[in-house]
């Protein structure tokens, strides 16, 4: 027996919240699930939410249930789940989990429909494909095992019965493929090549999508004879696909000496928030990430750039007078700002594409090429290394 549907005001604020985000209405079909499915039986007792200072403020329910509850019913993305001091789980903002059911088309195509869920999270968008395509249709499948457990509690004692999988959401499950529809709910820098397998031949891949220097983007891939090729979306930055944490590398190396240079490129051109400039350096210069420094210790302004995957780093300082140019330092055997600089040139000779004309093929062996689609035609984007 299904749990009882949201309360009634708070799900209708919910809604309204939702249909003002996406600038239209939902579906019906959409929103009475939205409706339906009581986002607060997937939420535990302690949540946060940002408090719009880059932090996050705590909501409890036994000493604030008002608030919990109204939160529970905000469009907002809450944090369930902190280890060693950085939120590990979240429950998505209730607009974001629409858009992606909305590009899915889960409300247009015809029943029955095999979907499997990487992510299960609190259970809440599980309960949501429960609603709209039956028990049986849904596989989740969640890595952390502790996530799992409450996951499967709450969709039981909500009343939904989707089969629940304690494993590696990157391996998929082979058990019930293939299916017409694999929805990622964390993030991925590459296509594991288990969801290829296992989905059916035109079916298709929702993922949001991260790279080491933006996370942002939702691709929508369609998988035919063991390939897949699709488009991004301009929306969704989720948290990575859970993997070990690769050792940080050091900002020296005893096998390649400092080199010292000046650019006229800013680095705000580059990571200074504009999304379409940042996905595509992102694709196209894989493990270069970057952090702000404002301390002062070393310059007015510094942009840090590091490798992830090795001792490659560079500085790029503004001196506070001379927007024309920048004093380089970097070492390693990447020479990354050459890469971000080459990269940065390419987008522009493209004509400066937005998120939405790039897109992926990712062959039957899984090599992926990234494309860029200008005037009607796709020119391949090289990737740096």
Same mark, same amino acid.
């Given at each position: 027996?299904?749990?009882?549907?949201?309360?009634?005001?708070?799900?209708?604020?919910?809604?309204?919240?939702?249909?003002?985000?996406?600038?239209?209405?939902?579906?019906?079909?959409?929103?009475?699930?939205?409706?339906?499915? %009581?986002?607060?039986?997937?939420?535990?007792?302690?949540?946060?939410?940002?408090?719009?200072?880059?932090?996050?403020?705590?909501?409890?329910? =036994?000493?604030?249930?008002?608030?919990?509850?109204?939160?529970?019913? +905000?469009?907002?993305?809450?944090?369930?789940?902190?280890?060693?001091?950085?939120?590990? @789980? #979240?429950?998505?903002?209730?607009?974001?989990?629409?858009?992606?059911? $909305?590009?899915? @088309?889960?409300?247009?195509?015809?029943?029955?429909?095999?979907?499997?869920?990487?992510?299960?999270?609190?259970?809440?968008?599980?309960?949501?494909?429960?609603?709209?395509?039956?028990?049986? /249709?849904?596989?989740?499948?969640?890595?952390?095992?502790?996530?799992?457990?409450?996951?499967?509690?709450?969709?039981?004692?909500?009343?939904? =019965?989707?089969?629940?999988?304690?494993?590696?959401?990157?391996?998929?499950?082979?058990?019930?493929? %293939?299916?017409?529809?694999?929805? #990622?709910?964390?993030? &991925?820098?590459?296509?594991?090549?288990?969801?290829?397998?296992?989905?059916?031949?035109?079916?298709?891949?929702?993922?949001?999508?991260?790279? /080491?220097?933006?996370? !942002?983007?939702?691709?929508?891939?369609? =998988?035919?004879?063991?390939?897949?090729?699709?488009?991004?979306?301009?929306? /969704?930055? !989720?948290?990575?696909?859970?993997?070990?944490?690769?050792?940080?590398?050091?900002? =020296?190396?005893?096998?390649? @000496?400092?080199?010292?240079?000046?650019?006229?490129?800013?680095?705000?051109?580059?990571?200074?928030?504009? $999304?379409?400039?940042?996905?595509?350096?992102?694709?196209?210069?894989?493990?270069?990430?970057?952090?702000?420094?404002?301390?002062? #210790?070393?310059?007015? &302004?510094?942009?840090?750039?590091?490798?992830?995957?090795?001792?490659?780093?560079?500085?790029?300082?503004?001196?506070?007078?001379?927007?024309?140019?920048? /004093?380089? +330092?970097?070492?390693?055997?990447? %020479?990354?700002?050459?890469?971000?600089?080459?990269?940065?040139?390419?987008?522009?000779?493209?004509?400066?594409?937005?998120?939405?004309?790039?897109?992926?093929? &990712?062959?039957?062996?899984?090599?992926?090429?990234?494309?860029?689609?200008?005037?009607?035609?796709?020119?391949?984007?090289?990737?740096?290394?």
């Amino acid at each position: 027996m299904r749990a009882p549907a949201a309360p009634a005001a708070h799900a209708q604020q919910l809604l309204a919240q939702v249909e003002q985000f996406l600038g239209h209405p939902v579906p019906p079909v959409l929103a009475q699930a939205l409706r339906t499915v %009581p986002r607060h039986l997937f939420l535990p007792d302690r949540i946060w939410r940002g408090d719009g200072q880059g932090g996050y403020e705590l909501c409890d329910r =036994t000493v604030e249930p008002d608030r919990w509850l109204e939160a529970a019913y +905000t469009d907002v993305s809450l944090v369930t789940q902190f280890t060693e001091g950085l939120p590990t @789980s #979240s429950a998505s903002m209730p607009s974001m989990v629409l858009r992606t059911l $909305l590009l899915a @088309s889960l409300h247009t195509l015809p029943s029955p429909l095999s979907v499997v869920e990487m992510g299960t999270a609190t259970g809440f968008n599980a309960a949501l494909l429960c609603t709209l395509l039956g028990d049986q /249709a849904v596989t989740t499948i969640e890595s952390d095992a502790a996530l799992a457990k409450v996951g499967e509690r709450n969709l039981h004692m909500a009343g939904y =019965t989707p089969t629940v999988v304690r494993g590696d959401g990157a391996a998929g499950w082979p058990d019930r493929a %293939p299916y017409d529809l694999i929805l #990622s709910t964390f993030s &991925v820098d590459h296509l594991p090549p288990a969801w290829t397998a296992q989905t059916a031949q035109g079916g298709r891949i929702l993922t949001p999508w991260n790279s /080491a220097w933006c996370c !942002y983007g939702t691709l929508e891939a369609t =998988t035919r004879d063991g390939s897949a090729q699709g488009r991004f979306h301009p929306f /969704a930055a !989720y948290m990575p696909m859970r993997r070990p944490r690769p050792t940080t590398p050091g900002p =020296t190396t005893a096998d390649h @000496s400092t080199q010292h240079a000046t650019t006229k490129l800013s680095p705000w051109a580059v990571a200074g928030g504009d $999304l379409n400039t940042e996905f595509h350096i992102g694709l196209t210069v894989p493990g270069a990430r970057f952090a702000w420094n404002a301390s002062g #210790s070393h310059a007015p &302004v510094r942009l840090e750039v590091a490798d992830t995957t090795g001792p490659s780093w560079a500085t790029i300082d503004y001196d506070g007078h001379h927007g024309d140019r920048f /004093a380089v +330092t970097q070492a390693g055997p990447r %020479p990354l700002w050459e890469e971000i600089t080459a990269a940065y040139d390419r987008w522009l000779r493209l004509g400066r594409p937005s998120v939405e004309q790039h897109g992926l093929t &990712v062959a039957p062996a899984g090599a992926h090429t990234h494309w860029v689609e200008v005037a009607g035609r796709r020119h391949t984007v090289r990737v740096s290394r």
